[in-house]
């Protein structure tokens, strides 16, 4: 830990990649196609995540080197949100190509700009609460990463066997970066539970560090063929001409994640078990228990309450308005402007249809 | 029946006194005092509970012989929903003091206009929809009261041994008018379930009818006080010095109910038994008896509804809005713009303690 301490937050080799393009469906109707999650206050703070996850990066990068990964729809609010932010910094995948392609243009962008940069890539819309540890444990990444050609990612002590995220095994060791073993995506639940009491896996939040020098070169194993597509144009990346160069070509790359495409094959990998408590506001119910509760373990955003006999129950209203009810329990109810959803907790999961089934029943916009 | 045919129904010996002063706080957040449930369209049907009694009593009365009774904040309200009624049929009661004052200055009105007037006593928020059998008992209850000494209620059939209505026990004959022998208020279960046995009992629904002369000629015998209260401005009644008259003296009146007052002690009491349902509309779970349902036996007011495993509920929403619920049975969900509602239908008799206590937490305005 002392260590990290001695890396320069402000460096400029730092560097920091948001990605922001998500639709947040298991959130609807708050989170839709329109307005999605991260640019939402979901935890009424009075900041949405992206914002919040753009400060908590900043400070280890320096503001102006951290650029936002979204698509086309969403760049108005990213200015909105991020009003100092340069338009250079926004990076609009014209085409849904899951994670390694804009990963690699990024890398491409950066090391066209600061060909010694070490580089974070983070979802916008988690929850990390401390702040302090989560510094500490990126100076370690961006510092280890600096020195060594390895593919760092950040990894989540595992709080309970849960089904729906992917698990890293490491190599134990007393070294404070383990070497990674194996990457599993969405085991069964007895698969998860031997998991836990291995000792030896962490959830993946899908926070990664590496030098551009590093995962460009390993792109270039990995991905030769999308590798070859980008570097054409590694020469007008960051000029004017660059989004003519990506509205051409962005397409013609493999769908394809950064961790199926690179992570899960690549030799160098190692992770770092975080030191801080991690939520990825997943569901309404994980963000439910990351609010604050009233004396009936009730969450209520936003507007005012008059809870009677009604237990763990998310709510969240427009802001000033009054909820008052009674004999609910164990309930999601989100009241939205056009839509109010009420819904059990334990059926959380199909929030996602449900969304569906509404944009079909009553029209685009709902969506 | 045939006889109440021979009315006309244009006399203009027919008025009517419709009563529009209640605050229907069972119906809270719809129904607040700024805008109480008669003005709502609480049917969904695009006209208001007042606007439905005026147009079911024109039928029968002159609509220019029609008053409103009502207090001084809703008037503005009764000139939006009634822009042809002129000044002088809107009478504002300066003072709750209870249906007994009101019922005789209107009595007396209408007497210094056509002393040969007989007149109907309405709630202006009660649903009945058989007009046509409506028409035909009020016209009876005219003619009779035309030509008898006699106060005339309407009686309704008793669906159930209902505790929250008076009841009418009246003399078993083969006439269409009852004798009424006495009146009971709110009945325990037990003595509501011999009454329904008895089958000589009604439930007392406030409509009433008599002629002026009866009725004032009444009062002088029961509540002489306030008949000579009152007689001192029979002079100026219908002149502008009358608001100034009612404004000095109508708080020191007794504070009384006709049922208690007038109806419970005279001898000379009628009873026609009705031959239209009827439904007081006094709780959302009795508005959902008489609203449309989908399959699942919900009804929904206004907005638009996707209702998965969802039985037995009654949904108000601002026009236009969506419902999404999974998994809610037998609930009352009002969506207003500044309140949300949900409380168990079993529970709905509370909704008055809770609009008390509501307003307690958030302020007068929720109320």
């Known amino acids: 830990m002392s260590n990290?301490?001695?890396?320069?937050?402000?460096?400029?080799?730092?560097?920091?990649?948001?990605?922001?393009?998500?639709?947040?469906?298991?959130?609807?109707?708050?989170?839709?196609?329109?307005?999605?999650?991260?640019?939402?206050?979901m935890l009424g703070t009075g900041k949405s995540l992206l914002q919040q996850t753009f400060e908590r990066i900043s400070k280890i990068v320096p503001a102006e080197n951290i650029l936002i990964l979204t698509n086309d729809r969403y760049e108005n609010l990213v200015k909105q949100q991020l009003p100092k932010i340069e338009n250079k910094r926004i990076f609009l995948e014209p085409a849904m190509r899951n994670t390694a392609p804009c990963i690699l243009l990024s890398a491409m962008k950066i090391r066209q700009e600061n060909p010694d940069a070490v580089?974070?890539?983070?979802?916008?819309?988690?929850?990390?609460?401390?702040?302090?540890?989560?510094?500490?444990?990126?100076?370690?990444?961006?510092?280890?990463?600096?020195?060594?050609?390895?593919?760092?990612?950040?990894?989540?002590?595992?709080?309970?066997?849960?089904?729906?995220?992917?698990?890293?095994?490491?190599?134990?060791?007393?070294k404070e970066i383990k070497k990674v073993s194996q990457f599993t995506e969405k085991p069964d639940y007895q698969t998860a539970k031997t998991f836990l009491e291995a000792g030896n896996y962490l959830w993946n939040a899908g926070i990664f560090s590496?030098?551009?020098?590093?995962?460009?070169?390993?792109?270039?194993?990995?991905?030769?063929?999308?590798?070859?597509?980008?570097?054409?144009?590694?020469?007008?990346?960051?000029?004017?001409?660059?989004?003519?160069?990506?509205?051409?070509n962005y397409a013609k790359a493999e769908n394809i994640s950064i961790?199926?495409?690179?992570?899960?094959?690549?030799?160098?990998?190692?992770?770092?078990?975080?030191?801080?408590?991690?939520?990825?506001?997943?569901?309404?119910?994980?963000?439910?228990?990351?609010?604050?509760?009233?004396?009936?373990?009730?969450?209520?955003?936003?507007?005012?309450?008059?809870?009677?006999?009604?237990?763990n129950n998310m709510i969240r209203l427009p802001e000033g308005k009054v909820i008052v009810a009674e004999g609910l329990h164990n309930f999601i109810v989100i009241d939205k402007e056009d839509v109010l959803l009420i819904i059990p907790k334990k059926k959380e999961q199909e929030i996602k249809e449900i969304r569906n089934q509404s944009i079909k029943k009553f029209g685009e916009n709902l969506g």
Chains 1, 2 share one sequence.
């Open 259 to 311: 961790d199926y495409g690179i992570m899960e094959k690549a030799k160098n990998v190692g992770v770092l078990p975080a030191s801080f408590d991690w939520n990825d506001l997943g569901t309404w119910g994980s963000l439910h228990n990351q609010l604050p509760k009233d004396d009936q373990n009730n969450a209520v955003v936003n507007g005012k309450s008059l809870l009677l006999n009604s237990e």
């Open 119 to 174: 580089m974070l890539v983070a979802p916008s819309d988690h929850w990390i609460e401390d702040e302090t540890a989560f510094s500490e444990n990126i100076l370690t990444a961006f510092q280890t990463c600096q020195n060594e050609n390895i593919l760092m990612t950040l990894g989540i002590q595992p709080a309970f066997p849960n089904t729906g995220y992917g698990y890293i095994q490491f190599e134990k060791s007393e």
């Open 4 to 41: 990290s301490q001695s890396t320069n937050p402000r460096s400029t080799n730092h560097y920091a990649v948001i990605m922001a393009g998500g639709v947040g469906s298991r959130f609807w109707p708050v989170s839709t196609e329109e307005f999605p999650k991260q640019f939402h206050d």
């Open 210 to 248: 590496w030098s551009v020098k590093t995962i460009i070169a390993e792109f270039k194993t990995q991905l030769p063929e999308m590798y070859e597509l980008f570097s054409e144009g590694k020469e007008i990346l960051n000029t004017e001409k660059e989004r003519k160069f990506i509205a051409e």
